[in-house]
């Protein structure tokens, strides 16, 4: 079993900033891929970025350039920084992370989520 759990979600105002935290436990052996997804209500949950373990990473169109993917293995954490927030932005925050347990089964797990609103 593979747990995660977010943190640094919050209130800030357009143009502020968070970073956002994953860390994965459980039986594991190796993560492959870890990201993040969002949702607001009545909206399907949509990807925000994503980094595998070859240090690739992939951002939505509407983030690049304002977030940063990023990883630590020897912690098995992905943070996710925020820069130069915007209103839309406004969501519950879900980590995902698949990984290869020590059953050598892979398993893909899903945080609770952290609640990111940017507001005036």
């Known amino acids: 079993q593979v747990q995660l759990v977010e943190s640094g979600g919050g209130l800030v105002q357009p143009g502020g900033s968070l970073r956002l935290s994953c860390a994965a436990s459980?039986?594991?052996?190796?993560?492959?891929?870890m990201g993040w997804y969002r949702q607001t209500p009545g909206k399907e949950r949509e990807l925000v970025a994503v980094?595998?373990?070859?240090?690739?990473?992939t951002y939505a169109d509407s983030v690049k350039g304002r977030f940063t993917i990023s990883r630590d293995n020897f912690k098995n954490t992905v943070y996710l920084q925020m820069n130069s927030l915007k209103p839309e932005d406004t969501a519950v925050y879900y980590c995902?992370?698949?990984?290869?347990?020590?059953?050598?089964?892979?398993?893909?797990?899903w945080g609770q989520g952290t609640q990111v609103t940017v507001s005036s």
């Open positions: 459980g039986s594991i052996i190796r993560i492959n891929t």
């Open positions: 995902t992370a698949v990984a290869l347990n020590r059953d050598y089964v892979h398993v893909r797990s």
């Open positions: 980094t595998s373990s070859d240090d690739s990473t």
